[in-house]
């Protein structure tokens, strides 16, 4: 009988259809894609030509968005520093069940600290977790603003806002980083399509 | 702006990769086949049988076990009455996520309360959520007691234990009763088989 965190009694049940059966089905490998940066910096535009790119290649992905999945799984947290761990650390768990059901799991989300993310990654196998940074400036995600809340964080009406009065740690070794400088603008799709030469180079576009 | 749950400053990421184009990507329809049943009644034992005979058919399913999601996304949850209805909660709401992904998600677990499985049911769309009731009387869950949890409930070593000192709710009307009375026993294909002819009549097995 194991005893697994709060919960004993529980035994941990195989069954004869396994990752690599759907991988095998899907002519993919299952994996998580964390894109990570500041509000504004991009992520779900990222995610979204990731999606459009790889599904018309014929692969399978899903988007895990953290602003989506406070929607459901996650309308129980609030944004206080505990919850925004579980949030992240709930984001991981589910995009880990995503890779072992061989979908390409793409997380879009802010997750500012590296112990969050690193927490992710341990979750995964080896090479399962393809960290990518969205690397543009505090003053372009500030001058974008889309949905006004850096403007919010700067009257103050929004406290604990990430960039603004709450640190952001950049990744300090991570598998993409996707610049973006002032004057610079590549494209979504162009962007999109590094991480999946990245994909097709590690094999992940091919079955198991 | 919405504000939603605990939860403001959220907006809802659209994305132009929609549920309906991964179902055609898959010839199949995003589902969730939700196993309830006491304890021994043969739930995980279904669902293997049913993600056998499944991929057998080229379709992609990913099993949801109320036992092994507590090793991950619910490890912090105990077995008190509100942990086990956050427990089947987070189930009901990952399991929407993998039937949006266009997966056939198969939940197994216990989940005795019809109250708590009605909220499951109302996360999805009409037609989305496909209840199974393993319906085996608990004279012959308890004598397989292939985990010696009856015995230690009858012993007084687990409380709250489905069918010994905690009720367990059969549902009112659902889509499938897999019956199993003393003397009769169906093997776990056969009854896969029907829940698979019930998907292909409903026309989960072709595209949208």
Chains 1, 2 share one sequence.
Request: hydrophobic share 35%; net charge neutral.
């Amino acid at each position: 009988m194991s005893n697994v965190g709060n919960s004993s009694n529980i035994l941990w049940h195989k069954c004869s259809v396994e990752k690599a059966d759907r991988e095998q089905l899907l002519r993919q490998k299952g994996c998580v894609i964390w894109v990570t940066g500041l509000s504004g910096s991009g992520k779900s535009t990222l995610a979204c030509a990731l999606a459009r790119g790889l599904h018309a290649r014929g692969k399978l992905t899903y988007i895990l968005d953290g602003d989506n999945v406070r929607h459901g799984l996650n309308s129980d947290l609030s944004f206080k520093a505990e919850d925004r761990a579980e949030n992240i650390r709930r984001m991981g768990e589910v995009a880990k069940l995503f890779a072992d059901a061989g979908v390409i799991c793409i997380a879009s989300l802010i997750s500012p600290y590296r112990k969050d993310r690193e927490l992710c990654r341990s979750l995964l196998k080896e090479g399962e977790f393809i960290e990518v940074f969205m690397d543009v400036p505090l003053s372009i995600c500030e001058s974008r603003d889309p949905k006004g809340l850096y403007k919010l964080a700067r009257a103050g009406k929004i406290r604990g806002f990430t960039g603004i009065d709450d640190p952001y740690e950049p990744p300090l070794s991570c598998e993409i980083v996707l610049e973006q400088k002032d004057g610079s603008c590549a494209s979504p799709d162009r962007l999109a399509g590094r991480v999946i030469s990245y994909l097709e180079e590690k094999g992940y576009l091919s079955p198991a």
